[in-house]
């Protein structure tokens, strides 16, 4: 307690001596709130460790993405050829691939190709047509050699209009019954299903799921800057302004709510859950909209006849009587997001890979091609975390007098940005695993080399679970995965360590004397401190108050 009080008074002091200096930095304090975790001063973080003594995404190639570097070749002075062809792998973690195109160490131009989505696109297989419906039981006893119980019941020829099933049960007989023979008589009814609204739903399921590739590329040279975005179905070659792109292989998660069965409306689509049974299943939209009497009636009722009546229980629901909430499309889950497009079943799978084979035998003039004007990248101090998945964050300026491209190499990433006059700016995510970040990167532009100094102080974070990170859904591959350990870095506090080492030494001594002190005189020892304690409190809590009372 003593050493709590201590530090506290300190802490007030430190704050009344400079609260001139802490008006002046009251924004960048309020531009730190902004961050999970705030950065410490140098004196606080002095004082906190004593304490613990005392106590006990940018448009190019980043590391995460792959980069392919291509030389021109030139056959004929300026007639130069660009001859490539490789396999491109695209995941979850890595949608972009950056291809750089270069002449003699200068950069020419680029091609980024980055998955934008894989869709996937039902192919449907009709089951049946429906209509919400309600049940309704029909009932009529009749004796023996009677007449049909149809006629006798009041508006049951409503029966012969709309769908359903009939069945009869014997029943009584005699004069108890109503009947003057003594055979017994029979009790008759019909479950009819009476349609309530003419909205008709297709009930369907997927029989196959057609793949689509979404690719934006963009090429860049300092003749043309093109942004097309590609649609490519798997295993057909696609041309595009030169290049050859064909989707070889396909990696695909295994979604069990894909094979579910699908009900769409004019307006609307739904998922239809397992367990759900249609009272009438109609051929074709034709029949349920117009001859809905002429389906086939499903036996979904249980029904039980007594002396006078018949009573039924029917488990059949309408299709939308289940949650909307859960079962409306658009549905969004994890790793798949299923929407309706037209009369269009899509589902984008956000863990699907795919293998790109890119090719190109393009024609350059390189006189055309080898522009390098002057340019000049700023960036601005770094923020985030280290060794954690959030990473670092910066941005990048790129001036230039035209338009261009810039290579720039740090110490572990490369980063392509792009240049124009308009000073362009690209958030970039860098990844570091030291918390005093000052990575030196170098950029050639105007047949020179510059250095761009990217520099911050990085906070710690634990790391993501990777089955979060990697967006696993099975609780198998989670349970069989090794934890992960992730320590912070310690350089900081070592030099801090170093840098007071009497205050550190200091306080070791200090809570050493005391403990000593403590174990041999324990109770009167325990009583001064718990005094001396208290009046250091009182001063720290005057302190305080005048301290207030200056800034009010």
Same mark, same amino acid.
């Given at each position: ?16 001596? /400079? ?130 119980? +149809? ?166 629901? =309408? ?46 003039? +390189? ?8 340019? /000049? ?15 670092? /964050? ?7 007098? /035209? ?50 100094? +990217? ?36 350089? =900081?506090? +070592? ?58």
């Amino acid at each position: 307690m003593l050493t709590i009080a201590a530090i506290f008074a300190f802490i007030a002091k430190k704050f009344c001596s /400079r609260k001139a200096n802490m008006r002046s930095k009251r924004g960048y304090q309020e531009a730190s709130q902004t961050f999970p975790l705030a950065h410490f001063r140098r004196s606080s973080f002095v004082i906190l460790a004593v304490l613990c003594i005392t106590l006990t995404g940018a448009t190019g190639c980043q590391k995460a993405h792959i980069r392919h570097d291509v030389n021109l070749i030139c056959l004929n002075g300026t007639k130069c050829v660009l001859e490539f062809d490789n396999e491109l792998s695209f995941n979850t973690l890595q949608n972009e691939v950056c291809v750089v195109l270069r002449h003699e160490n200068s950069t020419v131009g680029f091609l980024n190709l980055k998955v934008v989505e894989i869709r996937n696109i039902c192919k449907k297989q009709t089951l049946f047509y429906t209509r919400y419906t309600e049940p309704e039981t029909f009932y009529q006893k009749r004796c023996p050699f009677m007449w049909s119980w +149809i006629s006798v019941k009041s508006g049951a020829e409503i029966c012969t209009k709309i769908s359903g099933y009939s069945m009869c049960s014997n029943t009584c007989a005699g004069l108890a019954c109503g009947c003057l023979t003594p055979f017994p008589g029979c009790m008759f009814f019909r479950v009819a299903y009476v349609p309530r609204t003419p909205r008709v739903y297709h009930v369907f399921k997927c029989a196959s799921w057609l793949m689509e590739a979404h690719v934006k590329m963009t090429l860049s040279t300092p003749k043309e800057h093109v942004e097309e975005s590609i649609v490519l179905d798997p295993y057909i070659p696609t041309e595009q302004r030169g290049w050859t792109l064909k989707v070889s292989s396909i990696k695909h998660g295994h979604h069990a709510i894909l094979l579910q069965r699908f009900a769409e409306t004019k307006t609307s689509t739904i998922l239809v859950d397992d367990n759900w049974t249609a009272a009438v299943k109609c051929a074709n939209a034709e029949l349920a909209s117009n001859q809905f009497h002429k389906c086939e009636a499903q036996h979904t009722c249980a029904c039980v006849p007594n002396k006078i009546s018949v009573q039924c229980v029917c488990s059949s629901a =309408p299709v939308y009587s289940q949650n909307r909430t859960i079962t409306m499309l658009p549905l969004r889950r994890p790793h798949l997001e299923i929407s309706r497009n037209n009369f269009a079943v899509i589902a984008i799978e956000k863990d699907a890979g795919v293998a790109v084979l890119l090719s190109t035998k393009k024609r350059f003039a +390189i006189a055309q091609q080898v522009i390098d004007p002057p340019c /000049r990248v700023l960036a601005s101090e770094l923020v985030g975390c280290y060794s954690c998945q959030e990473a670092a /964050r910066t941005t990048l300026s790129c001036y230039s007098s /035209r338009t261009r491209q810039v290579t720039l190499d740090c110490s572990e990433q490369s980063l392509l940005l792009s240049c124009s006059d308009k000073n362009e700016t690209t958030n970039v995510i860098l990844q570091y695993d030291s918390a005093h970040v000052s990575d030196n990167c170098y950029y050639k532009c105007g047949g020179q080399t510059h250095t761009l100094n +990217i520099r911050g102080t990085l906070v710690y974070h634990s790391s993501i679970p990777q089955h979060v990170a990697l967006g696993k859904e099975s609780t198998e591959e989670h349970a069989l995965q090794m934890p992960q350990l992730s320590l912070s870095d310690l350089r =900081p506090l +070592i030099s801090t360590f170093k840098e007071h080492w009497h205050v550190a030494l200091a306080s070791v001594a200090g809570v050493g004397i005391l403990a000593l002190l403590t174990y041999l005189f324990r109770p009167v020892v325990l009583l001064l401190l718990l005094k001396f304690a208290a009046e250091v409190l009182q001063a720290a809590v005057n302190i305080i108050f005048a301290c207030l009372r200056g800034f009010i």
